[in-house]
């Protein structure tokens, strides 16, 4: 039988990544950044709307900041769910450390619409994965679908 | 008398524009930004370590979207000290208002150091203002004085 | 009738345009930049390769900086098709004069894998047209369809 | 006797890269990129205005891929000085094949002001050299000394 480069990661080791982003990480969390899917080489995550995130006191605009910090994050999450794919002959536990030997080089953001919406969805793909650095392009979208925001990355892989 | 470009802003506007981007921003008073020097052609900013801000969950680093958001942030306060300043003629409140007229086109950010540090310095600097667009650059600094990230970032100018 | 905003150009346009771009841009001929498409909303571009354009001396790569290069031009051209699709009912020669109105305010490319081909070809997209900024997304493949870089652009649109 | 870490290096080195960078890599030729100053923590390059560079068939411009291409090949070249200076108990030809070893991650450029001008001068800076990547600032000036263009790398260092 062939195995996809694409199979789908074992529940074990999607629930330690999701509670390492979405609990251990505190600032993630304070941002309410919650995993919507999780392959090999496709990641996806959902910010709510909250008053706390806004960034213009009269028009209710999230802040281009929780975008950035939204996308930053993602995109680090796309390259571990890569890295892992890479190695998945290795326990979840050994796996899940990986993240924290991740971290960002370098990170563009392109601020495109005007961000207003009950909530967003962020897209992650890596373009390249080398043994040291990650090269990844991220995507915003309100929830009518538009893109609001798009960015590019690149990370320490270890 | 010659009056100097780089004169300085009066009470009025300084604690105007404070009073928007301390505490009118809910996201930067989630951060905890604090101007600490407004100049038409140099402002500085701190951001005091606390636990909600934390990216890792044990090695106590600042998260890496603490420190987009601060950059952006602050370059967008550079650009509109730079506004005010070629519109010294006008009322305070006027020049206030240009506040929620500069918005970011886009920004880029190299994560130099790991952010571990009691509070963290931000400086930022316009390479260039024109009619239309502003270029900025921006540095983030530990306590210790190192540099642990640097931007550089674009804004819509009205 | 409805009139589709991806109706292709007059061929008046598009050989105008195309003299400009690949001849009386001297670098751009230098380079031996081609169009390939040039749509409304996609265009698209080739270049051979050749031995000044190389980067390593004994490798045979194509030098990094005729790919920024390319792709910072690349992007410049979907804005003008965008900006001329946009004033559609301008003559020829006025959306032509178009040109050389817009310039780039910054750009970013990642080098994702060696530039090794016979050719290389280049794809840019407007991902938002402003009336006085746009930002674009540009990719750029080898002979095989392998992507080996992309970029993001901001440009001044007049 | 202290040895500073920003001593010269010795006349074998620089000649040796000088003709890598200005003669072996066919595309700095073509630009006519020239080294000006190569210190362990500082490089500087001169490239002189002609016609094929021209980016702007009616107004003498500089050619945008000619600024990118440029502040790329500068910012590499401060890496390879710094990597040197790390390994300066290597005999020079070893150091010397180290230029082949590094190369660019990614880029930012910012464009600031029309480059016109007959000559111009780039400077190099090297605000992070780690084991596997580092990363840089580089600058664009005019003859004049006016700041044209400001840009940021990450490379690979091996």
Request: proline content about 4%.
């Amino acid at each position: 039988m062939t195995r996809l480069s694409t199979a789908s990661f074992e529940p074990e080791f999607i629930e330690g990544l999701r509670d390492i982003f979405e609990r251990k990480v505190p600032f993630n969390h304070l941002l309410g950044l919650r995993i919507t899917t999780l392959d090999p080489d496709r990641v996806a995550c959902r910010i709510e709307m909250k008053d706390e995130l806004t960034g213009h006191y009269s028009r209710g605009l999230l802040h281009g900041g929780v975008i950035s910090a939204a996308i930053d994050a993602i995109g680090g999450l796309a390259v571990v769910a890569a890295v892992a794919a890479r190695h998945s002959d290795e326990p979840a536990l050994k796996r899940l450390e990986r993240f924290g030997k991740v971290s960002t080089i370098d990170m563009r953001v392109d601020y495109l619409r005007p961000p207003i919406s009950l909530h967003f969805d962020l897209r992650a793909q890596v373009l390249r994965l080398g043994s040291r650095v990650a090269s990844t392009r991220m995507e915003f979208f309100g929830a009518d679908g538009k893109l609001l925001a798009s960015g590019a990355g690149a990370y320490h892989v270890a």
